[in-house]
């Protein structure tokens, strides 16, 4: 049986998921300019390998989610 969440803890967790995307983007804008100074260590070049594949696999749940619901049939038909 499928996880059934009502429409509006869907959309709580989509507004959630923008808000703190919204920080990593702010984050990361203030951070590079620190990082470019500092020297490359394994433990930096590490984490910032393991925050790509995170992203990654973010981007890709995000073409799952828009592909589930551009094939739903109770989605408005936008024509």
């Known amino acids: 049986?499928?996880?059934?969440?009502?429409?509006?803890?869907?959309?709580?967790?989509?507004?959630?998921?923008?808000?703190?995307?919204?920080?990593?983007?702010?984050?990361l804008k203030d951070l590079t300019p620190t990082i470019r100074k500092v020297?490359?260590?394994?433990?930096?070049?590490?984490?910032?390998?393991?925050?790509r594949e995170q992203l990654e696999g973010a981007h890709r749940t995000i073409a799952e989610l828009r592909t589930i619901a551009a094939s739903d049939p109770r989605r408005p038909n936008s024509k």
């Open 1 to 27: 049986m499928p996880n059934y969440q009502a429409p509006w803890n869907l959309m709580a967790d989509l507004t959630w998921a923008d808000l703190y995307a919204r920080q990593i983007r702010k984050d």
């Open 39 to 51: 020297s490359n260590s394994t433990e930096l070049v590490g984490s910032t390998a393991k925050l």
